[in-house]
């Protein structure tokens, strides 16, 4: 064991690794994921990964067992039947969420989940939907629903003051509004009260672009005492409140506890609990919540009776026979099943101290570097810009990358370079476009620029008038291990941290570009061609003829200084 890993477990070893858990993270690593032999993967927060163990365990039950169709009456259906129901019992148990108050509707993915909730919200002219800006894309979508029917959308900002009082410090929550969002649609009469009034406010329980975790007191404020927060009586005068979380990031490793904190409507994905299934995600809805929303269509499963000729169907009352369209994935709700043993095994509070413990070391390495010159190396996003170690904070660290100079290093060169070291990470906005302009300062005409100029999600425009439109992403799981952290920061630290600042007559001299000097580099050590398995042909022949006239260049550039100081 070398002194860096002696030095990370003396401050997190107790946290680290699994230490009371029937393996310990490099057994986990060795007999359940060899394919990372050679590969550090620290993108989940996109998807996480599963398990040898997990799809033994899934391939086992798939080959041994017959599963029919749940909406049929045979033996094989009954047993598909009483799967799918304890399976949603397990969904609600991780939230801590009674079965007589809330139940799991099975979807095809969070977004689906999320898309539910849009369609089928009792919205009016009088409505409001009111969402943080470090809300996902599939959360920004439900906005369409709601100035679809006349409501208000207002995106806004959570701010939270301390302050010292006699009996100890008290916290009042004042939200932040950004401009108010209405379209004209016929027949709409606003203020006109022709009903009950419902209002929605949507926020993540982890925060997917920077990793900060919202307070998940705000469901109990929004619900009961909305009145008290500043700013939010000024917009919406009327009506009721109920409260969505998207928990797809982190339920992962903070799911909800809905017996504290009785959300309305949670969103979960699996896959980025487990790896394995895609494709299914589940709703999470209260039962009175549940008997407000408005369902347009029906299909196979829906409904108890319907007339093929004449306008009759009769719905089904269960809450989730009523929104589960069609026959449910169930081959993959019986896979879920053995996903949920594997963070049972751990347990959820082991596994958010584990992977806590490599999120908070990473952040204190990135923060700490610096040029020769002094400068900062990385820019962190999110509550974390100083050495203090912030627990608000999820597995998420996204960041940028300064030059001596000041000026930026793109993300899509940052992520190239990684992918030809081996790592696997996330660049870009991550589908979050309010937190990346929240964080990254970019104004409303800077996006529109951008747009026309344009710039759009995927593309390799990183860095635009000086500006980077997005981030570097990293973010651990369960299986994640401290030489994958310390891997990544020795990156950083090997590919973009200038040792020493190059004056000529003031001015500062760039070096060269990093990703000449790691294929150099990666050519020297090595002269496999296994090193750089990620390019093809053409790209290893453009890469080593600008290689050439790098080491070219660096001759030319050492002989001028050596000129310059005689």
């Not at 958010?352 to 990385?378: D, E, F, W």
Request: hydrophobic fraction near 40%; glycine fraction near 8%.
């Amino acid at each position: 064991m070398g002194d860096a890993k002696e030095e990370f477990l003396r401050e997190f070893g107790e946290h680290y690794g699994y230490p009371n858990g029937p393996k310990s993270i490099d057994q986990i690593r060795a007999t359940e994921f060899k394919r990372l032999q050679d590969l550090v993967y620290l993108d989940h927060a996109g998807a996480t990964l599963y398990s040898d163990l997990q799809m033994e365990s899934v391939f086992n039950d798939l080959t041994t067992n017959v599963y029919g169709n749940p909406h049929s009456q045979s033996d094989s259906s009954s047993a598909t039947l009483e799967i799918v129901k304890n399976a949603r019992q397990q969904v609600l148990d991780y939230c801590n969420a009674s079965p007589k108050e809330y139940k799991c509707i099975f979807t095809s993915g969070a977004t689906a989940a999320l898309k539910l909730v849009g369609e089928a919200f009792p919205w009016s002219c009088n409505s409001n939907f009111m969402y943080t800006m470090e809300n996902h894309n599939s959360v920004l979508g439900i906005r369409e629903y709601a100035l679809g029917q006349g409501a208000v959308a207002i995106a806004v900002d959570i701010e939270e003051d301390i302050h010292p009082g006699i009996t100890g410090e008290t916290i009042s929550t004042k939200i932040s509004l950004h401009q108010v969002q209405r379209r004209k649609v016929a027949g709409s009469l606003e203020g006109e009260l022709t009903g009950d009034v419902y209002n929605l406010f949507a926020f993540p329980s982890e925060c997917n672009f920077s990793g900060l975790r919202f307070g998940l007191d705000l469901v109990k404020i929004i619900k009961e005492d909305s009145s008290k927060i500043l700013g939010i009586s000024s917009v919406c005068k009327n009506g009721q409140w109920m409260v969505l979380i998207d928990a797809a990031k982190g339920c992962a490793t903070m799911p909800p506890d809905l017996s504290k904190y009785p959300a309305d409507f949670v969103a979960i994905s699996f896959y980025k609990l487990f790896g394995f299934p895609t494709g299914l995600g589940a709703l999470i809805v209260r039962n009175d919540a549940a008997k407000l929303l408005k369902k347009t269509y029906f299909s196979g499963g829906t409904v108890s009776a319907s007339i093929a000729d004449i306008d009759f169907i009769k719905r089904r009352e269960g809450i989730e026979e009523l929104f589960e369209d069609g026959t449910v994935s169930f081959l993959s709700i019986v896979s879920i099943c053995h996903g949920f043993k594997i963070l049972n095994s751990l347990t959820v509070s082991a596994i958010s101290r584990h992977i806590a413990s490599l999120a908070l070391y990473t952040r204190k390495m990135l923060l700490a570097m610096r040029h020769g010159n002094g400068s900062s190396v990385c820019i962190l996003y999110g509550h974390h810009n100083s050495m203090e170690l912030c627990h608000e904070m999820g597995p998420i660290i996204s960041f940028n990358l300064k030059r001596p100079d000041g000026s930026w290093y793109g993300y899509r060169e940052v992520e190239k370079l990684a992918s030809l070291s081996g790592i696997q990470l996330r660049t870009g906005c991550f589908c979050n476009p309010g937190a990346c302009a929240k964080y990254l300062g970019l104004s409303h005409l800077d996006l529109i620029s951008n747009t026309e100029a344009g710039h759009i999600c995927w593309d390799d425009h990183d860095i635009i008038n000086g500006k980077p439109v997005g981030a570097v992403r990293v973010s651990f799981g369960y299986m994640s291990t401290y030489e994958d952290a310390k891997k990544f920061v020795d990156f950083v630290a090997s590919s973009f941290m200038s040792p020493q600042s190059h004056i000529d007559h003031g001015n500062q001299l760039k070096g060269p570009p990093p990703f000449l000097t790691l294929i150099y580099s990666s050519y020297s050590m090595n002269s496999s061609p296994d090193c750089l398995y990620s390019l093809n042909d053409k790209d290893l022949h453009f890469y080593f003829f600008f290689a050439f006239v790098y080491l070219l260049l660096s001759f030319v550039y050492e002989k001028a200084q050596i000129d310059l100081h005689k």
